[in-house]
């Protein structure tokens, strides 16, 4: 087998394809489509450049009226240090440590994560069952994908009252029910269109291999979509993770959780607490990204699922 | 209408596959050419490349003595028929083969385009059902709709990719007369690309049998089964596979070549079935399988630890375990050097 | 090993009736193929046999035993499914280990059979690698190994080569067929190739809009075909059939047709009505070109060269016939020619209902092909 010219396996063969046309206008449009990647990065980039600059920056940079401080001039740990409750008041009406969020962090954890859980658990159930079954008829899947159509809010305040009734208002468990409710639709599409990947003969080998239809579906049908169900997983708990409004309606000091808890950050010498949002923003980035990274190798399989010969 | 050269075609893919090596092939106008070859030869990709949906890594591309390689797709006026009949079922048989008039610029008139679809039904035996939904069809007349609509915009070639392989066998057996029968009628320069041996002899002019992306062997049916280039072609062609028996070239004491080592070919056909201890019998063998196909038997046979076929009548059948002696025809006997696994003469 | 028998099955899938009061007793150790043309109910048969469809009516018995309502996994019968479904993350120890596991067989036992079974199957050096680095043929091997390790009673085959190329599908042909008959298993085979099932099974049952219909060996099915469906599904190129009326007067009966008469020995066409249509069938093999005047005048067409015969396709009374001849014998495309037809080899089927009428079945006597009737 003779060898291939290298030069003509590079992408500039793609040039040489237009090759009769090429002018001052040819040769600008790289330049151009870097241009553009440039800016969209910087526009996108930012937002997160300004928060996370802003957690170590002292009240006097926050936002002084007249200056834009692009910098931290003055590096601080003080809004962390505030914000974990490590910092002793000032002021006159200050006694002792500051403020803690952590206890709104955890209740934004085991919430989310419940919720998550709660979601996965009914809702990879579901798809199975109508990816493979058909279960509910062809109808089934929209009803529930209608589920989601409806904005909580329109919703909220019948759910206050029954919540309340119910005694669940203001509770971890009342939110992980919520928070399971909503995301279930999203896991019972994600996943059943994965599951619509698995060829049903597999499942029916198991079958005929002496599994029973439980058995079939945790030993070989699972382990196939655990790419996808990483990134369901990854999607729904950002989703929780993320949640304000139904927090702030239906928590209020118990089980309230650090979104909400990040809004009401404000003081009345200091206005709005900048510097101390920002570095609970920071802190309330990490977990999602640590989720994301590992399952990381799970979600290129999960969201190339089908493109893979397998 | 028009001639296709390919000069030097080189296909690799990202990832470093060579699908198409150095391929040198002159289709000429108005022929019939087959693509052949097991799957992942290159010859989709080859046909991809005609078409202009894969980009050659290099080499050049001409219809008619003009280099067409940049041009894109929709300038190359080439017809396409796929393996799965790309129909419209929400049309009619009429609508589905007149689309490529009604979209192409500028239109005909309504009664150019009724001329040119009656014409193309009478070619392809749909004018009683030019009314009929597509969707109403059988498989089969859905594939010939498909072709009906290529057709139709005059491509000056037509690629055919396995167009029948989801069709039953014995409507396939139908088709291929049929369409070679069309081909001669309109005289279009037609490539088809197929891994059957069956459909490429039956129908094609000339075959390209290729594999691991290289040409192997560029000639009409016959030469192609009686002629083989290779061992690799003498293996592909021919329906039962050709015999292959280690062998030793002798050629006397001053012989160049003594001692090289060489593959003797034999069909299955040109060996007939004798007695053990026959005078004539070149070889003796003990029958291991017999597969009877109905018209014929494949006699499998155990010659000396290497597995060999021949082609009985269902009349005079050994039996499994039966030692029989095996009659060569001489004249029909190849050979191969196991260096090159080329044809040698004589 | 065992029997597996159907007992007037009938499977339907919503309106759809996929099989139709289905009759079919394999034996111990045989080796069945179920031929059809697709969606004839070939994989339902085989689904409906396994368990993982319910009839609506009848019963499946396997060894005498009525399994109608017993569950798939319990049943001792194995499937090779025609997209194979290998688990895909398992290596191929695992897969074919993963049936044994379920019966709770003892871990060396498991070993042991599994070790057998990859080596039987040539697949003992892939045992450590998983189903997607593995070759079309290996992969192929690993399905069925996984059918066979448990030693079922029954082994059911669908379509397994079909996603094989032309030349390893033939050489896995005759080493499943040397391997059905090394280990003597009961083997269900569904084919739409009828190569595979003439050259395969015992018996072929040839199955046509979900009925049996025809049941026998595959050279009695090829010769004496009971009726047009199946004279068609087997045989390469297919049979002709061409469209004639009987003749019954001066009691001789013939099958007459505008460029050609044949003529049935009277003893076996009893019943027959004179002037009714039928239709008269030959294999390409069977249809011979001849010199001078005798015969029916004919035109060739097209010439289709397969190598070690050419079909030659014939406009015959304004009807395709398909003939095979050696390659030196074809005429050239345009040429007039005069054919004849093998006498031991001809059918005759009723127009209506398809069933064979007469068939010579290779018997001399039965049919006498004559010159054109105007003559």
Known sequence: MTAVEPELTVPGAEVKLVAPRRSVLGLLRPLARWATILFLMLLYGFPLYWTVTMAFKPPAEWNPPGTIYWWPENWTWDNFEDILGLKEQEGIFATGKSRSAIPYIENSIIAATGGTLLALVVGVLAAYGIARFRSGGRMLPFQILQLRMFPPIAIIIPLLFMFVYLQLWDTLWGLIILYGAVTFPFVVWLMRSFFQEVPREISDAAIVDGCTHWGAFFKVVLPQVKGGLAATALFVFILNWSDFLIALVMTQDNARTAPVFLQALQSGSAGQEYGKQAALAVILILPPAIFGLAIQKYLVRGLTFGAIKR | ?346 | MASVRLENVTVRFGSVTALDDVSLAVEDGEFVAVLGPPGAGKTTLLRTIVGLEKPVSGSVFADDENITDVYPGDRDIAIMFQNLALYPDRNVYDNLAFPLKQAKTPKAEIKRRVTDTATVLHIDHLLKRKPGKLSGGERQRVALGRAMVRDPRVLLLDEPLSALDALLRLEMRVELKRLQRDLHRTLVYVTHDQVEAMSMPDRVAVLGSGVIQQVDTPETVYHRPVNQFTARVVGSPPMNFIPCTFDTSNGVVRVLHPEFSVRVQTTVAAGIVDGASCVLGVRPEDVQIVSGSAGAAANVFVTEPLGGETVVDLHLGGQVVKALTPPAQAPQPGAGVRVSFDPRRLHVFDAASGAALVSAGGADGVFEVERPSNS
């Open chain 2, 1 to 346: 209408m028009a001639e296709i050269h390919l000069q030097h075609l080189t296909k690799q893919f990202p990832g470093g596959l060579i699908a198409v090596n150095d391929l040198d092939l002159v289709i000429p106008d108005g022929s019939f050419v087959a693509l052949l070859g097991p799957s992942g030869c290159g010859k989709t990709t080859t046909m991809n490349m005609i078409s202009g949906l894969e980009k050659p890594t290099s080499g050049e591309i001409y219809f008619d003595e003009q280099p067409i390689t940049r041009l894109p797709p929709g300038a190359r006026t080439v017809g396409f028929v796929f393996q799965n009949y790309a129909i419209f079922t929400h049309m009619s048989v009429t609508e589905n083969i007149s689309f490529g008039l009604r979209v192409s610029k500028p239109r005909p008139s309504e009664s150019e385009i009724e001329r040119r679809v009656g014409e193309i039904a009478d070619i392809l035996g749909l004018r009683g059902m030019l009314d009929r939904n597509a969707s109403r069809l059988s498989v089969n007349d859905m594939q010939k709709v498909a072709l009906g609509r290529s057709m139709i915009v005059n491509p000056a070639i037509f690629l055919l990719d396995e167009p029948f392989s989801n069709l039953d066998a014995a409507f396939r057996a139908y088709m291929r007369a049929e369409l070679k029968r069309i081909q001669h009628e309109v005289g279009q320069t037609m490539v088809y690309v197929t891994h059957d041996q069956v459909e490429a002899m039956s129908m094609a002019d000339h075959i390209a049998v290729m594999d691991a992306g290289r040409l192997q062997q560029y000639g009409t049916p016959d030469e192609l089964y009686n002629a083989p280039a290779n061992r690799f072609v003498a293996g592909f062609v021919g329906s039962t596979q050709m015999n292959f028996l280690p062998a030793t070239l002798v050629l006397g004491e001053h012989g160049a070549g003594n001692g090289r080592s060489l593959t003797l070919g034999i069909r299955p056909e040109n060996v007939q079935l004798a007695a053990p201890d026959a005078a004539e019998a070149t070889l003796a063998g003990k029958v291991n399988l017999i597969e009877p196909l109905g018209a014929k038997d494949v006699i499998h046979l155990d010659v000396a630890g290497h597995g060999f076929r021949v082609v009985g009548t269902p009349g005079k059948r050994p039996r499994v375990g039966d030692n029989v002696g095996l009659v060569f025809d001489s004249a029909r006997q190849l050979l191969f050097d196991d260096e090159t696994t080329l044809a040698v003469d004589g």
